[in-house]
Nanobody, 113 residues
Framework: QVQLVESGGGLVQAGGSLRLSCAASGSIFSINFVGWYRQSVGKQRELVAG???????RYADSVKGRFTISRDSAKNTVYLQMNSLKPEDTDVYYC???????WGQGTRVTVSS
């Protein structure tokens, strides 16, 4: 099983930016879909952004135009660039290969108003 390790979370003011990284212990880019999800206590897990093996991307409506998912195949890493952050983006963000039920440990993002 490939291990997924997220990093880059933290505390930022509204309007600020963060870049999350998801480093995989092995190659994951031949896998169809890799996604960033977010979830906090009492809330349903939400797909924030995803990227397919062909490079196609998809985004939740709430983050379109603000977040960008990308990947570096040489580094086996997926990134989530988050701009114009809002307090409602506060959550724990997880990297996942959902088809194989691979999940990272999560990284917390807190956006202050």
């Amino acid at each position: 099983q490939v291990q997924l390790v997220e990093s880059g979370g933290g505390l930022v003011q509204a309007g600020g930016s963060l870049r999350l990284s998801c480093a995989a212990s092995g190659s994951i880019f031949s896998i169809n879909f890799v996604g960033w999800y977010r979830q906090s206590v009492g809330k349903q897990r939400e797909l924030v952004a995803g990227i397919t093996s062909s490079g196609s991307t998809r985004y939740a409506d709430s983050v379109k135009g603000r977040f960008t998912i990308s990947r570096d195949s040489a580094k086996n890493t997926v990134y989530l660039q988050m701009n114009s952050l809002k307090p409602e983006d506060t959550d724990v963000y997880y990297c996942s290969v959902p088809s194989l039920n691979w999940w990272g440990q999560g990284t917390r993002v807190t956006v202050s108003s």
